[in-house]
Each structure stands twice: as C-alpha cells, then as structure tokens.
C-alpha cells in the first residue's frame, strides 16, 4: 500500500505561485507514476499533471506553461510548482499515485484559493 500526505495550499493572490508538495510512503517502488488532480465546488475532478517514474510529464492544457510537476528521485515526493495562478485555479488539489499493478492511492486534498 501508499501512503499519500499534501502540503503547501493556501491562499494567493492572482498572478501570484505556490507549490505543492505530495509526500509518498510505504510501498514506494510499486509506484509506476504520481498525479496532480484538482476539483474545484460543483465540479468534476479533473486531471492536472503527471509525472512517471522515467520522468516523463504531462499536463492539462489549461495549466501548461504555468504548472510544473516535479520529483525526487526516488518517487518519495511529488511537487507541483504553480505559477501565474488564476481565480478558476481555485480548487482541492488531490495528488494520486498509479501502482503497475493499476491500483491507485489517493491523499486527503490541500486547499489552493486564488483570490485578491
């Protein structure tokens, strides 16, 4: 099993950064790749950004150019650097980890509003 705890939310102003952070344990090698979900009130989660164990990444178009997805090298940490942030960036952001076996693990959410 994984273990998942976010960090790093808050509140920021519009056209200001934050960066998350996911903090993995447990059966860490089984983790094929880490993602960055959001849901923001009365609407669908949504896909953000994934990274794999290779280091491949890939993101929403809506964040891409103003979010990076990054880790260490051991998959212990997952972070999501957020930069020029919107009002509709306003969300729970969720990190989820993808096992090979297909299981996925989810953490409790880190709240993130943009607003002045």
């Known amino acids: 099993q994984v273990q998942l705890a976010e960090s790093g939310g808050g509140l920021v102003q519009p056209g200001g950064s934050l960066r998350l952070s996911c903090a993995a344990s447990?059966?860490?090698?089984?983790?094929?790749?880490m993602h960055w979900y959001r849901q923001a009130p009365g609407k669908e989660r949504e896909s953000v950004a994934t990274i794999a164990r290779s280091g491949n990444t890939v993101y929403a178009g809506s964040v891409k150019g103003r979010f990076t997805i990054s880790k260490d090298n051991a998959m212990n940490t997952v972070f999501l650097q957020m930069s020029s942030l919107k009002p509709e960036d306003t969300a729970v952001y969720y990190c989820?980890?993808?096992?090979?076996?297909?299981?996925?693990?989810w953490g409790q959410g880190t709240q993130v509003t943009v607003s002045s």
């Open positions: 989820k980890a993808l096992e090979y076996s297909g299981r996925g693990y």
């Open positions: 447990g059966s860490i090698l089984s983790i094929a790749a």
